[in-house]
């Protein structure tokens, strides 16, 4: 197909377009067959770091931003125009935590009882389905992913098995290769084994879109030892952190539901009598709460937790509608905004969220907290995620980045494109990947 005939659509077509901008996407970044081609894509609304332009054009180039300015503008670089009408152009978005091997539990684990209760079931059904069915599961995710406009993913991973898919998937990726292990003789093991897995793997840089990196699963199931051994290789890169009141009576006090889950587990004979500390004071005596770790939840935080995350320059990775399923509270959204901390937002798995579709996570944040402006939030799904998962390249409607772009479809013209991408009435759609 040639540029040539994509013409000016219609109003409405845009999902037409985006099957457009796909099939003349070009197979690769670099080539001797890669032919140039330029086109410009006209909206209502376009989201960039300066604020929402309206009726605005941005011109891409070879799959990278070159131009934004006014629609109609005679300064504009030459090339096609492709109106995509009603509806707000917007960053792709940035899905900082989500579990796609756990895409096959969709539906399958209620959030009744609480967090133990659901980490107890979740650990009881993971054996019960074949390796077919798990991949089948990531592949779903990484298309429901696509589907609702997410262009990077940071995807914690036990087994590696979404290495491959997310490669061969148009989405730049930080897989988050989670270790697990409560007793402290394990710690040696279980780090000589993760660097194993992670040479077969293909290393940290496995494809040219996909990185690995090596993360903990939390600070009540990675014992001391194994967190230090990690944080001595200047890691764990992501943790789940603060996310229930169990996690923080079992840090502080070495006791409660927890600790009795661990028992059940046949880890009792370890030996964890507390801390008196909550789990972000205590990952930092570990010193594992370092620049850019990827924190999700923390929920379980006070002002002095937000004061150390920012002073650390940790990022919060917020969950909320996966908080809301298994019960654990909200997080203190703008007391981390207040303290200086770099926020994103993720879906965590389909084992405790209904989606994927990160727009969903940004409307759930904005109805638990209002005050916060949304432009700030839809911020957290798009660059600020990007700048939390180190990645340079997305995130952003600016010169010079990715044209990884998504684009949410009005019934009309709108008002406040940001009070609509959060008002769960948006979906966002891919425009273009590469
Ligand atoms: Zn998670």
Known sequence: MSVARSGQLNRGSWQLTCRFLLEITPAGATGASHRLWSVKLAADWVITPAGALARAWVSERDGIIDWIGPAGDRHAPPGEVVDLGHGVLMPGLVNAHCHLELTHLAGAIGGEGGFVPWVEKLVASRP????????????????????????????????????????????????????????????????GDAARRL????????????????????????????????????????????????????????????????????????????????????????????????????????????????????????????????????????????????????????????????????????????????????AMATADGARALGLTDVGAIAVGRSAALAFAAGPSRIADPYAFLVSGDATAAPVAHR
Request: some cysteine; glycine content about 10%; hydrophobic content about 45%.
């Open 128 to 191: 019960g389905f074949t390796d077919a069915e798990v991949d089948a599961g990531i592949s779903r995710g990484i298309a429901e992913a696509i589907a609702t406009g997410t262009v990077a993913i940071a995807d914690i991973s036990n087994t590696l098995r979404s290495v491959l898919p997310l490669a061969a998937s148009p989405l730049r990726a930080i897989v988050l290769f989670e270790l697990l292990a409560w007793d402290p003789a394990a710690s040696e093991k279980v780090l």
């Open 199 to 378: 040479a077969e793997a293909g290393g940290p840089r496995p494809a040219p879109r996909v990185e690995i990196r090596i993360a903990a699963h939390a600070p009540h199931s990675v014992s001391p030892e194994l967190m230090r051994g990690l944080a001595r290789a200047g890691g764990p890169a992501a943790i789940h952190l603060a996310e229930s009141r169990e996690e923080s009576a079992f840090l502080s006090a070495g006791a409660g539901d927890w600790g009795a889950f661990l028992e059940r587990r046949g880890l009792g004979h370890v030996g964890f009598d507390g801390t008196g500390r909550s789990p972000v004071a205590y990952l930092d005596t570990l010193g594992a709460l370092n620049r850019g770790t990827l924190c999700a939840h923390c929920v379980q935080i006070d002002s002095e937790d937000c004061r150390l995350l920012a002073e650390r320059g940790a990022v919060a990775v917020l969950c909320p509608r996966s908080n809301r399923t298994l019960g654990v509270g909200r997080a203190p959204v703008a007391d981390l905004l207040a303290a200086g901390v770099t926020c994103a937002l993720g879906t965590d798995s389909l084992a405790s969220a209904p989606s994927l579709d990160l727009l969903q996570e940004a409307t759930a944040l904005q109805r638990d907290w209002p005050q916060v402006p949304a432009e700030r939030i839809i």
